[in-house]
């Protein structure tokens, strides 16, 4: 049940992001957080952007494997471990595509984005 609602709950979410019914969120959002930017912040903010590329993942799905190994002992479930991380990944970078929205202005930008990201 509550991952059906959890489901319900993103598609209402989306559709009234499609609508642009939540553009005032987003503008709030965005202004909050660029009165709040410092140093520190913009550091740890880099570093969670940066665990989402290509090569974080790639340094993070050995690792991760081995873990769940050397905890379970069963490859099964490593395995298993790695299929989710790159579904989530892949599914990640497929919704940003297909709902496309628009990033805040330049000027509010605390790090350069890199070219080609979503």
């Keep these: 049940m509550l991952c059906v609602s959890f489901i319900i709950l993103f598609i209402q979410f989306t559709q009234s992001s499609l609508d642009g019914n939540l553009t ?24 969670i952007t940066n665990m989402g590329n290509v090569v974080a993942y790639l340094i993070w ?7 769940v190994y ?3 002992h069963r490859l099964s479930h490593s395995i298993e471990a790695i299929i ?10 497929s919704l940003k595509a297909y709902y496309g929205r628009i990033r805040p202005d330049e000027q509010l930008w605390l ?5 080609g990201s979503l």
């Design 84 to 93: 989710i991380l790159i579904s989530a990944f892949l599914l990640n970078i």
């Design 24 to 47: 005032w969120f987003d503008e709030e959002v965005t202004q909050y957080l660029f009165a709040q930017r410092n140093t520190d912040l913009t550091r740890i903010m880099t570093f």
């Design 70 to 72: 050397l905890c379970d």
């Design 61 to 67: 799905l050995p690792i991760i494997f081995m873990v």
């Design 111 to 115: 790090i350069e984005l890199s070219k």
